[in-house]
């Protein structure tokens, strides 16, 4: 006879109180039961499942608001869009979703950028066409289907195949490689998705990392600061 192996249960209590009720109820029998059943603590589940509350960013370190260096408002929520308001009425955000396979880090693209000469006057071969100023001219705003041959699309930023070999990668399933609103009440609302005419869009979180929208390189257009 083959013994079935029995996962660890949680029992949840829930009590209905009105305004101004002390709270007074015997929960003898529930806390029976529970010993009965052998039902773990729920620190045990947030433990168990710590690689998708930590490494995805569910649980935040910290929050923070962004700031355009631009006007030095802050970005804040107007029902399903964003605008910039005064930065005391600004949206708290936190990094989110955990880092795919290759996921370049931010240092690594921005060292390149500082390290890469000057190629104004360096044509290039985009794949369909040519441009002129190095592979940073290829996507003329068409992302990565212009940018090939002598480029190669690397986290929204077209650049030389050489130069592209020297980038760093994070390490996979660590946190974070996105952006999400903090303490959100609309789940489809809660990850920055691609950036539009009205700045950042939104969608379900993908806590994987694995939705190349959802990915913060996709964001370096942005020019934004924390607080």
């Known amino acids: ?22 709270p007074n109820v015997n929960v003898s029998q529930t806390l029976a039961l529970k010993q009965r059943l052998g039902c773990k603590p729920f620190a045990y589940f947030l433990h168990r499942f710590r690689k998708i509350y930590l490494n995805s960013g569910m649980l935040p370190e910290r929050v923070f608001r ?3 260096r631009g006007t030095g408002l802050c970005l804040q929520r107007r029902n399903k869009e964003y605008g910039l308001s005064n930065c005391q009425a600004g949206t708290w955000f936190h990094r989110g979703n955990m880092i795919p396979d290759k996921f370049p880090s931010t240092a690594s693209l921005a ?75 609309d789940p489809e609302l809660d990850c920055w998705a691609g950036l539009g005419g009205n700045g950042p869009g939104t969608a379900l979180c993908d806590i994987t990392g694995a939705s190349t929208d959802q990915q913060l390189p996709a964001f370096t257009e942005l020019r934004v600061v924390s607080e």
């Open 1 to 22: 006879m083959s013994e079935t192996k029995q996962e660890p249960c949680a029992l949840v209590l829930v009590i209905a109180l009105r305004p101004g009720d002390v």
């Open 66 to 68: 962004i700031r355009s």
């Open 111 to 185: 060292s390149l950028s500082s390290k890469r000469p000057a190629e104004e006057n360096k044509v290039v071969n985009c794949g369909g066409h040519q441009a002129k100023g190095g592979c940073d001219a290829c996507p003329q705003g068409h992302g990565s289907e212009w940018c090939n041959a002598d480029c190669t699309w690397v986290f929204a930023v077209c650049m030389s195949k050489e130069a592209a070999k020297e980038v760093e990668s994070q390490p996979p399933q660590t946190c974070c490689s996105g952006i999400r609103e903090w303490n959100s009440l």
